[in-house]
């Protein structure tokens, strides 16, 4: 099967920028997460997605960070403005109960956001 | 709260040696599952391994094992015989019931097998 398809892989932008990154997650996972990975931390939660409804989005920056997945299917994650602290790789992480019993997250490669 | 703790932050190690990855974890609810993820250098967090709290039965699998200790909270991961293909960082992670889907990763462990 194919996997978690993120794109763009690599961004570098100004502080102040806007950027968006896409996720399609494995077909038929009915649940998707989006992850914040600064460097030499773990991943850490952003906003999960049920279907088209979220779950949990309480350690997403609202004011700046934005997320959607309108037909249930692929996602988009928003920054906009872009501050220096948010030069992180961003995963998407998609799983299904039906599939893989208690939550196991199948990730993309990520994408790998620089912000100057 | 619920923490995952990985204090070893870089082990470096010779090939065909064995190696040990601790993971320690805090949580005050008695249903959880624990997890193992694997991130080589290209990046994708890659599932090696699921816990639940009521499973103690450690399990070995080819050249891996998990001791996993509900008395000091540990989630330990052994690599038998390592290669240099064992070279990523690990990720101990933590699921708590009632959190739904939510999973707590650990700062994970830089390891580095050399040939």
């Known amino acids: 099967e194919a996997g978690v398809a993120q794109s763009p892989r690599y961004k570098i932008i100004e502080k102040r920028q806007s950027v968006a990154f896409w996720c399609n997650p494995i077909?038929?996972?009915?649940?998707l997460y989006w992850y914040q990975q600064i460097l030499g931390q773990g991943p850490k939660l952003l906003i999960q997605?049920?279907?088209?409804?979220?779950?949990?989005d309480s350690q997403l920056p609202k004011d700046r960070f934005s997320a959607e997945r309108l037909k249930g299917v692929d996602s988009t994650l928003k920054i906009q403005p872009a501050k220096l602290e948010d030069s992180a790789v961003y995963l998407c992480?998609?799983?299904?109960?039906?599939?893989?019993?208690?939550?196991?997250?199948?990730f993309g490669a990520g994408s790998r956001l620089t912000v100057l | 709260a619920q923490k995952v703790t990985q204090a070893q932050t870089e082990i470096s190690v010779v090939e065909k040696e064995d190696v040990t990855l601790d993971c320690v974890y805090e949580?005050?609810?008695?249903?959880?599952?624990l997890f193992w993820y694997k991130q080589p250098p290209s990046g994708e967090l890659v599932f090696l391994i699921r816990?639940?709290?009521?499973?103690?039965q450690n399990e070995i699998s080819g050249r891996y094992s998990w001791n996993f200790q509900k008395s000091t909270s540990s989630f330990n991961f052994t690599i038998t015989a390592s290669q240099v293909v064992d070279s990523a960082v690990y990720f101990c992670?933590?699921?708590?019931?009632?959190?739904?889907?939510?999973?707590?990763f650990g700062a994970g462990t830089i390891l580095r097998v050399k040939s």
């Open positions: 992480a998609s799983s299904s109960y039906r599939v893989s019993g208690a939550n196991v997250l199948t």
């Open positions: 077909s038929g996972h009915a649940t």
């Open positions: 997605f049920q279907n088209n409804g979220v779950v949990d």
């Open positions: 949580t005050r609810d008695t249903t959880y599952y």
């Open positions: 816990r639940n709290s009521f499973d103690e």
């Open positions: 992670a933590l699921r708590i019931a009632e959190y739904g889907n939510k999973l707590v």
